[in-house]
């Protein structure tokens, strides 16, 4: 009888802490996931990145993945020619952005969001609920948003993080991101 008491006032708590990262985000496991890693590397040095690497590498990951995610709503949704073909764009260079990251962590054994976390999915969720015009305009703002909080990430990543490769990847993807808010600049005099 004692034994089932136990098991009854002890069954809240484990259900407690097994369910604990259901409230966060994609994104937040995987820093969390990380931060354990790094916290539980043996001395062979199984953890070799530097938490600014493993940082910008999640964040570039979430940014990334919610371009792309626009980029689509963008080609199908998109009512001028511009932006569908802005949209498209995005999707390519963002794609194959990606898949470097992707690259840079597997080999740094760096874990990245499985989807897109946080106000990330707010912005996607917020623009699929547009149309027409407004769907156009907004779409061609959040993009200049984004590439200006985009460059702003990949200039500090160039100056923060230890990882030469993490560091030439970022560099090397600047002057694309650029490429991307200047021609969202442009699009957006047009739809206007």
Known sequence: MKFRKKLLWSLP????????????????????ANEARKDNADSSGAYQVDAESADFLVKAANSGMAEVKLGELASQK????????????????HAAANDQVKQLAAGRNVSLPETIGGSMQHQVEELAGKKGKDFDRAYISQMIKDHQDAISLFKRATEKVNDPDVRTFANNTLPKLQEHLDSCKVVQKIIN
């Open 78 to 93: 998109g009512t001028d020619k511009k932006v569908r073909e802005m949209g498209e764009m995005i999707v390519r260079d």
């Open 13 to 32: 708590l484990f259900l407690l802490l097994a369910c604990n990262n259901e409230g966060k985000d994609s994104v937040e496991k995987a820093d969390s």
